[in-house]
């Protein structure tokens, strides 16, 4: 079975400090994997995925097959990282790509 | 283009009534997924719909829950007597590619439905 593991459910760091949000993921086969986040108000959107090795708003994500890990990684966080965030997966065993979530993690940024 | 509209925003029922939740994907999308988020949970897949056609309800509950996609007008994602358990955020997605090519799935703002 496809599972994604996020462990924390809260994370409060303080302006400036770096931030890594944890996800772990089981799968059988080649998943691709992704990061969303959900700002106030706003709706889920992506923010990256691990086939486009891209920075986005200076997070960054690798893909660790040995250890199936895809933290998300920001080395000085923003006020305006405050937000929802879900890892996500899907692959060659999901019809139409459908995408399997984790928990989420929600980042406070303190001033 | 206006983004995956979801109506309504909010939606109230009693225990007993149906739920009828209405998802308009972007234009030019023609694949349309739902996804349940119920409180302190992640987004949990549901059903996954092209134009006509259920291609993979494997997330779906067994009974009272249905979904459609017309050839015409809004996918509909129906829940007849409605339980408290069903209180939840149910948010629908759209892409325009088919399967076996990477898509991006584009999500709607949801729709809150709390049963009384």
């Known amino acids: 079975a496809q599972r994604v593991t996020q462990p924390e459910k809260l994370l409060s760091v303080f302006k400036g400090a770096p931030v890594e949000l944890k996800c772990n993921y089981s799968y059988s086969g080649s998943p691709e994997l992704f990061w969303y986040v959900q700002y106030s108000r706003q709706r889920l959107q992506l923010l990256l995925r691990h086939i486009s090795r891209e920075s986005i708003k200076g997070f960054t994500a690798d893909l660790n097959k040995g250890e199936t890990s895809f933290h998300l990684k920001k080395p000085f966080a923003q006020e305006e990282d405050s937000a929802m965030y879900y890892c996500?997966?899907?692959?060659?065993?999901?019809?139409?790509?459908?995408?399997?979530f984790g928990g989420g993690t929600r980042l406070m940024v303190k001033p | 283009n206006a983004g995956v509209m979801q109506n309504p925003r909010h939606l109230v029922r009693r225990r007993g009534q149906e739920a009828r939740l209405r998802c308009s994907p972007m234009?030019?999308?023609?694949?349309v997924y739902w996804y349940r988020q119920l409180p302190e949970e992640g987004l949990k897949f549901m059903v996954y719909?092209?134009?006509?056609?259920?291609?993979?309800e494997s997330g779906m509950p067994k009974e009272r829950f249905s979904a459609e996609f017309p050839k015409e007008g809004p996918s509909i994602l129906r829940i007849q007597q409605v339980v408290r358990g069903d209180s939840a955020a149910y948010f629908c997605a759209s892409s325009p590619l088919p399967p076996g090519a990477y898509n991006e799935q584009f999500f709607g703002p949801g729709t809150r439905l709390t049963v009384l």
């Open positions: 719909l092209q134009k006509e056609n259920i291609i993979d």
């Open positions: 996500a997966l899907t692959g060659p065993n999901n019809a139409g790509n459908m995408l399997t």
């Open positions: 234009k030019g999308h023609s694949h």
